[in-house]
């Protein structure tokens, strides 16, 4: 993708010259080698714990979604970090345009998880939902992101210089995907806010049990649920920011500011998942990583169709079931 300015035009650009000035870029700038140097090294670190945590802890799922996310934004900084040598590098810019805007999307479905795990452990009754219910809810909606972002990313990185109508179609579709991903985060950040008002009535009404009693003072309990929240904020901001800059169509004067992108884009990525990386589930939170690791185990020996205890995936209670007919989620 590439500028015009007059009767100029960009289209054979492929490097900084008197011709071809990095102002006419879709960024406009050199990004700062530094921060996506930073950036990239951050999340591939992030990406290493993880699938350590992921491994020991047995919490497949949670982790690797995670994972996938850090691949993206890590590949996705590396590609910034080549723009700051040649601004005009097109595999370089689809790069980090396609993988930045995904990876949040893979992110969220980990943090879509830990609502269904934290209502068995806590009390189910209290759910507007039933808590097998969250992950068939929020994971198909976040994919549906993922899948619209997808398409606008292609449709935007495939557009040439005279093809702006493909352009502004992929920008649109990227917008709808991002703003669909907004209202999904505002829809479980309710659940959440509504759960835990919920909890907080019953614990002080002197009905919740022993057991419950005990998670909800737990101190890992409580940080890791910090974590999650402190993950989801961040986010959630981050994805307000990409429909502004969005908004603007490509090259917009957001979009063309670097400082807010590194803040609103950048740390508000980064910093969610170092949380989620230093205060992992399998760790803070074992009932969880339990939960996750039979359902695994679940999985592998359905096809045996062998008999073992689980945990029904609404009452949290353990019954006696063959494979086939235990939960799936």
Request: with cysteine.
């Amino acid at each position: 993708m590439s500028n015009s300015t007059g009767h100029i035009s960009y289209r054979s650009c492929t490097e900084v010259g008197p011709y071809c000035p990095v102002e006419a870029t879709v960024l406009g700038y050199y990004p700062n080698l530094g921060v996506n140097a930073f950036l990239a090294a951050a999340f591939g670190l992030c990406m290493i714990g993880l699938l350590g945590t992921g491994i020991w802890k047995r919490t497949w799922g949670y982790s690797a979604a995670l994972t996938a996310g850090c691949l993206l934004e890590f590949a996705g900084y590396i590609a910034r970090a080549l723009l700051h040598e040649n601004p005009w590098n097109s595999g370089a810019f689809q790069t980090q345009i396609c993988a930045i805007i995904l990876a949040p999307t893979l992110i969220c479905i980990s943090i879509y998880l830990t609502l269904k795990h934290v209502a068995l452990e806590l009390s189910p009754e209290l759910s507007r939902l039933r808590p097998r219910l969250y992950p068939l809810v929020f994971v198909p909606a976040d994919v549906s992101c993922l899948v619209l972002q997808a398409i606008g990313g292609s449709l935007a990185a495939s557009a040439s210089y005279d093809q702006p109508a493909l352009l502004l179609a992929g920008d649109r579709v990227i917008i709808a995907g991002i703003a669909l991903q907004s209202a999904v985060l505002a829809a479980f950040g309710a659940l959440c806010a509504d759960y835990h008002r919920r909890v907080r009535r019953w614990v002080a009404s002197g009905e919740a049990t022993p057991a419950a009693l005990a998670v909800w003072h737990d101190r890992k309990f409580r940080t890791f649920c910090c974590a999650v929240a402190g993950a989801y904020a961040g986010i959630l901001i981050r994805c307000i920011y990409r429909i502004a800059e969005m908004a603007g169509g490509w090259g917009n004067y957001i979009m063309q500011d670097e400082p807010s992108f590194v803040v609103l884009e950048g740390f508000c990525v980064v910093i969610p998942v170092i949380l989620l990386t230093m205060f992992p589930p399998g760790v803070l939170f074992p009932a969880m990583a339990q939960r996750e690791a039979q359902r695994f185990r679940r999985k592998g020996r359905k096809g045996a169709g062998k008999a073992e205890p689980v945990v029904s995936g609404d009452e949290g209670q353990t019954e006696q079931k063959t494979a086939p007919e235990a939960l799936s989620v």
